[in-house]
């Protein structure tokens, strides 16, 4: 079982930046692929960015160059580094853990065993 957490959301205008934290409990991420998904009001949850248990990762096409994911073993965090900010970015951002080893990054939800509860991120123009 792996319990995750997700802080460090919050209101930024257009062009800002945040970063996302995702601090898991009750087991080690080390050897699991993690990722980053987001739903906003009205549509379904999307896959954003992903990472591979040896660090390879993935982007959606709507976050590739703005957007950086990457895990920290040591304190069993992931992390999602989002700039520049567009107004359509706004939604709830949950954190999903594997749960086992993946080689190949993805951004399919149902290759994710665990989630977080999400955090909100809003961008105002």
């Known amino acids: 079982q792996v319990q995750l957490v997700e802080s460090g959301g919050g209101s930024v205008q257009a062009g800002g930046s945040l970063r996302l934290s995702c601090v898991a409990s009750g087991n080690t991420i080390e050897r699991s692929g993690m990722g980053w998904f987001r739903q906003a009001p009205g549509k379904e949850r999307e896959g954003i960015a992903g990472?591979?248990?040896?660090?390879?990762?993935t982007y959606a096409d709507s976050v590739k160059g703005r957007f950086t994911i990457s895990k920290d073993n040591a304190k069993n965090t992931l992390y999602l580094v989002m700039n520049m900010l567009k107004p359509e970015d706004t939604a709830n951002y949950y954190c999903?853990?594997?749960?086992?080893?993946?080689?190949?990054?993805?951004?399919?939800?149902?290759?994710?065993?665990?989630w977080g509860q999400g955090t909100q991120v809003t961008v105002s123009s």
């Open positions: 999903a853990a594997a749960g086992g080893v993946v080689i190949i990054p993805t951004l399919s939800r149902g290759r994710y065993t665990y």
């Open positions: 990472i591979a248990t040896y660090g390879t990762t």
